[in-house]
């Protein structure tokens, strides 16, 4: 991270041009965490008052906020260090550069091959977040679905394929709040969505139709690492019937056959790449 004189604006008043729904409070705490940089993981509390331009009180509360916030530590000396928190944050990052990067090639031959949208999506939270997508002819652009978008894991065939292969560590938060109908088809009763996990489990994709998008449908298969876990999902949809039960063998082939050449680029071994039927 580097130098961040000037960020600061006068205390009390927003910065010129800032959006009007901004928490000041909130850009603050992450200007002192941008203080830091290599070289320098902990830092006094003088050196952090300078570096970002805040009173010593406010700068006290901002650290303390961000201590109990497990982003930084106190050390026995009264400095402030920075946690693994934030190195984990960028491990996450770098892991899913590092995805993308093995999945667009074989993503362009999946929506190439079946003349549809294909996806790439990781779990955050309650949802799925599209890190890539890419577009083959007559497809329908689902907003929901545009690179950096999200939607909930139980909505769409990438989101329900991540959900089916993580539901032990997923489900629970998911359920906790309710489960969204976002359209007739939609699966918001937690029985029927767990039977449906399950079935996606046996089969080895999951099969999305008007679910999250009227008119809409796709599947989705699990993608995993070399720990043998599911890191992500491929997905591969559009029009309803670019995924019909008539086309669905010859689609779900394809999708399994390139979610194992995914699986086994990050370092699956065949049988963990392997999720449903060869």
């Not at 689902?142 to 909930?152: F, I, K, T």
């Not at 999305?208 to 998008?213: F, H, M």
């Amino acid at each position: 991270m580097g130098e961040v004189e000037g960020l600061a604006a006068p205390e009390g008043q927003p910065r010129p041009g800032r959006p009007p729904r901004v928490v000041e409070s909130v850009l603050k705490a992450t200007n002192l965490l941008d203080a830091y940089e290599a070289g320098r993981p902990e830092m006094t509390l003088s050196e952090l008052v300078e570096r970002g331009g805040y009173s010593k009180s406010t700068t006290y509360r901002l650290l303390l906020t961000l201590t109990s916030a497990g982003w930084l530590e106190r050390t026995p000396q009264g400095t402030f260090r920075l946690t693994l928190k934030a190195f984990r944050l960028g491990s996450i990052v770098v892991d899913s550069l590092d995805l993308r990067r093995e999945a667009v090639p074989i993503m362009s031959g999946l929506a190439a091959a079946c003349g549809a949208s294909a996806y790439l999506v990781i779990a955050a939270g309650r949802y799925a977040v599209c890190l890539e997508r890419i577009d083959d002819g007559d497809t329908v652009r689902v907003a929901d679905l545009q690179v950096g978008g999200s939607q909930p894991l139980h909505l769409g065939a990438g989101p329900r394929a991540l959900l089916a292969f993580n539901e032990d560590v997923l489900l629970g938060p998911l359920l906790a709040p309710g489960l969204e109908a976002r359209t007739p088809d939609s699966i918001a009763d937690p029985a029927a969505l767990r039977a449906d996990l399950a079935e996606i489990r046996r089969r080895g994709y999951s099969i999305s139709r008007g679910d999250a998008t009227p008119g809409v449908g796709a599947l989705g298969a699990p993608v995993f690492d070399a720990t043998g876990r599911a890191v992500a999902a491929l997905s591969v949809g559009g029009l309803l019937e670019r995924v019909s039960p008539e086309r669905e063998p010859e689609v779900s082939a394809r999708l399994l056959a390139c979610s194992r050449e995914l699986s086994t680029r990050l370092g699956a071994k065949a049988g963990q790449a392997s999720p449903g039927p060869a």
